[in-house]
């Protein structure tokens, strides 16, 4: 049997392929026949529709979407795309264009989004900030639609009449018969350019738009942080300090001023029991620049610290304490991590380089304590952010 276009003569003889009948088998094929005829078109208009379908759906979009628990789910933002289509988003075989989408909380509390969309052999990546996930996720339903069809831009949601209750497309209040043309009346209103709302991003391929990547304001916040610290060499041994530090952050540069504490430690003359206790205390100016990586920052910083170190006898016949003036530039880095918007854990490694290293001496019997030419610092402690 030929497939035939809607409408045409379906033409069937047994006896071409079957050879001669007998009345009974003759009478049964006139009535297959005849049910034939009567079905075909019905068939024919269900292929016709079964292909619509199929075409409605090759234009789908595989999406891989990433999110908190508390952000949209994956089905939203799918019917969301559909919205904007104005029709299915399904992949019927092989989609169209695959996405992947992965929304995350900065330190900040706001929202971070990375879009990947992969159209052909053509791939596109793109990163927006928003202040909720559901701004994020209907920015990614827009740009996810406006790759498959570049006009879906131009379609809003469909909302019932606030005054009426009524639905799109639904006659409420008005008499069809009061002389207006029914086919006119229950058309749908076409869309206008103040129904449609604004781009938030083009299709891939088009000039990225600057809400795509809003700039942030320059953050200007105050710090306080608190830290043990260990010197490898200033003193006469590995010491214990304690420091404070107080700043300014301005975007990503940071300025601090900061005071040390190290307590006494005892030096010995060599081969004696006579020596001296020797302490160090500084205060100091700090600069540093953070590159900042989700909950972490890292950067170089640049200081110099000025203090004194004093030394007090012990042992010898007539006790006695000298101060020597310390200063100090030094080179460093230094690290934190978020544990929310405003605490941080910090670690700062410095390497100061004394300007003079004075000798202490008991007069008379020998040298107790001279600073090495460089030392190690680090330190490691709490930062509070404000506001």
Not at 28 to 51: Q, T
Request: hydrophobic share 45%.
């Amino acid at each position: 049997m030929g497939a035939k276009e809607p409408g045409a003569t379906v033409a069937l003889d047994p006896r071409d392929v079957m050879g001669p009948l007998d009345p009974h088998r003759r009478d049964f094929l006139a009535a297959a026949k005849a049910i034939l005829l009567l079905a075909a078109p019905a068939f024919v208009a269900a292929a016709g529709d079964a292909r619509a379908d199929i075409a409605v759906s090759a234009g789908g979009v595989e999406l891989d979407w990433i999110a908190p628990g508390e952000c949209a789910d994956r089905g939203r933002v799918l019917a969301e795309i559909e919205q904007r289509l104005g029709r299915s988003s399904a992949a019927n075989g092989e989609p169209s264009l695959k996405a992947r989408a992965v929304v995350s909380r900065n330190e900040r509390g706001s929202w971070d989004l990375r879009l990947t969309t992969t159209l052909g052999e053509t791939t596109h990546s793109r990163e927006l900030h928003g202040e909720t996930c559901a701004e994020l996720a209907d920015a990614a339903a827009l740009i996810i639609a406006l790759a498959i069809d570049p006009d879906a831009a131009s379609r809003s949601t469909p909302t019932a009449d606030p005054d009426t209750g009524a639905g799109p497309g639904e006659l409420s209040g008005a008499d069809p018969g009061a002389g207006a043309d029914p086919e006119v009346d229950a058309a749908p209103d076409a869309p206008t350019a103040a129904d449609a709302p604004p781009a938030v991003s083009p299709p891939p391929g088009a000039s990225a738009a600057p809400a795509q990547h809003p700039s942030r304001p320059l953050e200007l916040r105050g710090t306080l942080r608190a830290s043990g610290v260990l010197d490898t060499a200033s003193l006469p041994a590995v010491a214990p300090g304690a420091a404070i530090a107080a700043g300014v952050l301005i975007g990503a540069v940071r300025a601090e001023l900061s005071g040390t504490y190290f307590g006494a430690q005892q030096a010995f003359v060599e081969r004696t029991t006579m020596g001296g206790d020797v302490q160090l205390i500084t205060g100091g100016l700090r600069l540093c620049y953070a590159m900042r990586y989700r909950a972490f920052e890292l950067g170089p910083c640049a200081g110099i610290e000025v203090g004194v170190m004093s030394a007090a006898s012990f042992g010898a016949a007539s006790p006695g304490s000298n101060r020597a003036l310390w200063v100090a530039p030094h080179p460093g880095a230094l690290a934190s991590f978020a544990l929310s918007d405003q605490i941080r854990v910090p670690l700062a490694i410095d390497v100061p380089f004394p300007v003079t290293r004075d000798r202490f001496v008991l007069v008379g019997i020998g040298a107790v304590h001279r600073s090495a030419a460089a030392t190690l610092r680090a330190s490691l402690g709490v930062e509070v952010r404000f506001p």
